[in-house]
């Protein structure tokens, strides 16, 4: 069984910055690849960054440049630094895992997280 717990959402000034961390946990956890989307009221889920194991990043157009993604040497944590912070950035986040491969040789294709609530506001 896996599990992804983020945190660090909350509220925050436009301009300012926030990171959100996403820990996964499994027996045994190899994670092929991490990243984030998020999902504002009425509007579709969409790709904020990702990272693969190998250290390869990609990012959405709206974000790139204020967003950085990164992973812990174990590779069982992501974070999301955000600066440059501003409203149209509000949404929930959600981590995502691919390609998740516990010691069992129990395998995952996607795992969710349940979300984190950012909201960019004064």
């Known amino acids: 069984q896996v599990q992804l717990v983020e945190s660090g959402g909350g509220l925050v000034q436009p301009g300012g910055s926030l990171r959100l961390s996403c820990s996964a946990s499994?027996?045994?956890?190899?994670?092929?690849?991490m990243g984030w989307h998020r999902q504002a009221p009425g509007q579709k889920r969409e790709l904020v960054a990702g990272?693969?194991?190998?250290?390869?990043?990609v990012y959405g157009d709206s974000v790139r440049g204020r967003f950085t993604i990164s992973r812990n040497g174990a590779e069982t944590t992501a974070y999301l630094q955000m600066d440059s912070l501003n409203p149209e950035d509000t949404a929930i986040y959600f981590c995502?895992?691919?390609?998740?491969?516990?010691?069992?040789?129990?395998?995952?294709?996607?795992?969710w997280g349940q979300g984190s609530l950012v909201i960019v506001s004064s």
């Open positions: 499994g027996s045994g956890i190899a994670i092929m690849g």
């Open positions: 990272i693969t194991d190998g250290g390869s990043t």
């Open positions: 995502r895992a691919v390609r998740v491969v516990l010691s069992s040789g129990e395998e995952y294709t996607e795992v």
